[in-house]
């Protein structure tokens, strides 16, 4: 590849669809990696099935809508919708069976670990009498047999369900006489477990069960055969932005989306050939969708076999640490706030800090309002519950309750309706633009005068996923930045686009202030001094911002980015971004937080760059359809700590990352002799603007130092 290929070339882009399995295929490698536990590494597959079921539901479904519907739409890298349909489901169809040769190597390991999932023939007469007591009491009453021929029509079966088909045939004849289909019931789990046997578990599948006793739901048939299918709908939900009752519009739309148009079909490799074709014309779903998979359909319920029994085949148990500064205040969250800016680092360090800022904030009769965004939360979320108790005793709270969170718009019409029950005034945002910025304020007044104290996040309200996600948090009381929160709260409840000091916002100023800050490292390159940009995203999609980098190689910039997940730049390629190195950290904690640093003359990390974390991608969605926040961090511990520690530590991992090829490719980093994790380094260190009075248990590498071993890389 060189520069007069590829500069004016669609193919400067790497598709994004293409990219995103490609992403799935490093989760999916992790489930080999001997690094892991076995029963994690059970979890990463269970983990990529999942992702491929969203996948599916969401970017498939949206291909197939586009043909349907006849748009030419071409992607940026020059393809079709029928291009990308085509080496989109060549490439998942190719990740399927990577699934299903790694489950067998792992159903041998856990045999292997006494973890057994047992078939019909491993059955003994005390197991067969166990389970149809279980059938009897449990499942027989759940289940609908029914037949599925001409005057009856195939039952539906909603998003993601699974469906179980029996051939049957009359015993006296020898001839068979239908197809017999239950669909499997939600409530019941897919992996039933036979009461416990020390030190072995034993674990039977469903389907299998059922296949077992189906003469009861079918009597006087035999079976001669059986398997599971599975379906995925298109997930998309259409409602409208101006209807009167928006909550009640997208309610209507949320039960439109159960049935929506199937997309994809996969049938076990058990059944006959004709019965995925037949089933999946009956559904609409073309022959093109319709995957036979030899060993498991459904990989996702993988998980339930992850159990606590075998703690030696799992991580082992980390409990995040809370920032000892707050506990030096004797946990008193603006005290520890006033004194200087503080950043949690999640889920090295625990998100009760922000459960607790919240708490302390109902509580306290001298804070007057609270101002909260929440776009993902837990079901029984602390921090629904906070504002609640803070409504209750009459202070002023207003939340942005986010309805279009894909997949827990549901969960959000439920806490506003509870919210607005004790008097919140819950906003639903502005009518074109999710709004994604994690974002509290608090108002809290302070003797004669009104002070206000900011949190500001890369990560959700969800005190589930911090446990997993790796965020920022970040606490400030610095006036310029608390009020720059209330203007751009004012902008989502108000609609009025506001003039702030020092966040940068989209829709409006994220993009223009990134575009000034790399064109200001090309001024550096040009005046005799380094260029050096850092980047941590998840995605990196949008092409006028790759363009950009693009450019900035060219002029001298040098690039390292971390990006989980999508990434259509190709980087290393001469004469057009040699200059630009992307990595991905893939292991125990999902990458989450965006930082964006800016060498500002000298190379990174340095005392005098310019940092930045921030809600978004550098996806367009993000910069042009979407409320987020960019906030600068020029405290000098805090800059230290995203920078100096958290950056470089990403930078220097060689244990869990991968490296992307010009060709888009990604190949693992071989560690050698620097064997390196940064996770491993930040759950045995305390952060520094955290750290407080406790003393580091493991030498913390010192801010800015290791400049070199990071150029290296």
């Known amino acids: 590849m060189t520069e007069e290929s590829l500069k004016d070339s669609p193919a400067r882009f790497v598709n994004r669809e293409l990219s995103w399995l490609d992403f799935n295929q490093r989760v999916i490698e992790e489930s080999e990696n001997p690094r892991n536990p076995l029963l994690e590494r059970v979890r990463f597959l ?21 043909l349907s519907k006849g748009a030419a739409v071409i992607s940026p890298d020059g393809m079709t919708p029928t291009q990308q349909l085509e080496a989109v489901r060549h490439k998942a169809w190719g990740l399927q069976q990577e699934q299903q040769r790694v489950w067998t190597s792992l159903r041998a390991e856990l045999a292997g670990e006494a973890i057994s999932i047992c078939t019909a023939e491993d059955l003994d007469e ?40 029996l051939c049957l045939k009359d015993p006296t004849t020898g001839q068979h006489v239908m197809d017999g289909i239950v669909v499997l019931p939600a409530s019941i789990p897919r992996f039933l477990r036979f009461p416990s046997v020390k030190p072995a578990l034993r674990f039977v599948v469903l389907e299998d069960v059922i296949t077992l006793f189906a003469s009861r739901l079918f009597p006087g048939m035999t079976i001669t055969g059986a398997g599971v299918l599975r379906v995925i709908r298109d997930t998309d939900v259409e409602f409208e932005d101006e209807a009167e009752d928006l909550v009640r519009s997208y309610e209507t739309a949320l039960k439109k989306r159960r049935r929506g148009v199937s997309i994809h079909l996969e049938v076990e490799g058990s059944l006959p050939e004709r019965i995925g074709r037949e089933i999946g014309a009956e559904m609409g779903i073309s022959q093109g969708q319709v995957v036979a998979l030899p060993e498991m359909v459904g990989m996702v319920d993988l998980k339930q076999l992850v159990v606590a029994d075998r703690p030696d085949l799992l991580f082992s148990p980390y409990t995040p640490r809370f920032p000892q500064r707050v ?3 004797d946990g008193d969250c603006f005290a520890a706030i006033r004194a200087k800016d503080l950043v949690v680092h999640h889920p090295f360090e625990s998100f009760d800090v922000v459960v607790q800022f919240l708490q302390q904030a109902a509580r306290d009769p001298d804070v007057l309002a609270i ?136 829709p409006i100023t994220i993009r223009p202030t990134i575009e000034a800050l790399v064109r ?65 950290i893939v292991g125990r904690f999902l990458e989450h937080s965006r930082v964006f640093a800016f060498g500002n003359g000298r190379y990174l990390p340095s005392r005098q760059a310019k940092v930045f974390i921030s809600s978004a991608d550098w996806m367009t969605r993000n910069m042009d359809r979407r409320v987020e ?82 150029r290296e890389g």
Not at 133 to 154: G, N, R
Not at 399 to 419: M, P
Not at 643 to 661: A, E, F, K, Y
Request: net charge neutral; proline share 5%.
């Open 520 to 584: 200001e490292e090309m001024e550096h390159v040009k005046a005799g001094r380094p260029g050096h940009i850092w980047l941590k995203v998840n995605s990196l999609v949008d092409t006028k911002l790759i363009d950009l980098l693009y450019e900035a190689s060219q002029a001298g910039v040098r690039v390292n980015a971390v990006v989980r997940g999508m990434c259509c730049l190709r980087p290393g390629v001469p004469g057009l971004s040699e200059r630009i190195q992307v990595r991905s």
């Open 327 to 329: 506990l030096d205040y």
């Open 126 to 165: 005390e197991d067969k009498k166990s389970l149809s007591a279980l059938f009897d009491e449990q499942i027989f009453s759940v289940l609908t047999p029914l037949a599925v021929d001409p005057t009856h029509p195939l039952p539906f079966i909603p998003n993601m369900g699974q469906a179980l088909v």
């Open 629 to 710: 926040e960019m906030v600068p961090i020029t405290n000098p511990t805090v800059h230290a700590q995203i920078l100096g520690q958290i950056m470089t530590v990403n930078m220097r991992d060689t244990l869990q990352s991968w490296m992307m090829q010009p060709d888009g490719a990604w190949r693992r980093v071989s560690a050698g002799k620097r064997q390196f994790s940064a996770h491993d380094y930040f759950m045995n260190n305390p952060s520094l603007s955290g750290r407080g009075s406790a003393a580091p248990t493991t030498p913390l590498l010192e801010p800015y130092a290791g400049i070199d071993a990071v």
């Open 46 to 66: 269970s983990i990529s099935a999942g992702n491929l079921d969203e996948f599916y539901s969401v970017r498939v479904a949206g291909l197939v809508d586009q």
């Open 371 to 506: 101002k909260q965004t929440l776009y993902r939360t837990s079901r029984d979320s602390p921090i629904v519950r906070a504002l609640i108790q803070a409504a209750e005793a009459g202070k002023s709270v207003t939340a942005v309750v986010e309805l279009r969170a894909r997949f827990d718009e549901e969960a959000n019409i439920r806490l506003s309706r509870a919210l607005e029950a004790v008097g919140v005034q819950v906003v639903y945002g502005l009518a074109h633009y999710k709004t994604h910025a994690k974002m509290s304020l608090v108002v809290r007044r302070e003797g004669a005068h009104l002070q206000s104290y900011a949190h500001f996040g890369t990560g959700n309200y969800h005190p589930v996923t911090a446990r997993i996600y790796t965020d920022i948090s970040f606490f400030t009381c610095d006036p310029v930045l608390v009020e720059d929160a209330a203007r751009l709260f004012n902008y989502v409840t108000g609609c009025a686009v506001p003039d702030l000091k020092e966040v940068a916002f989209s």
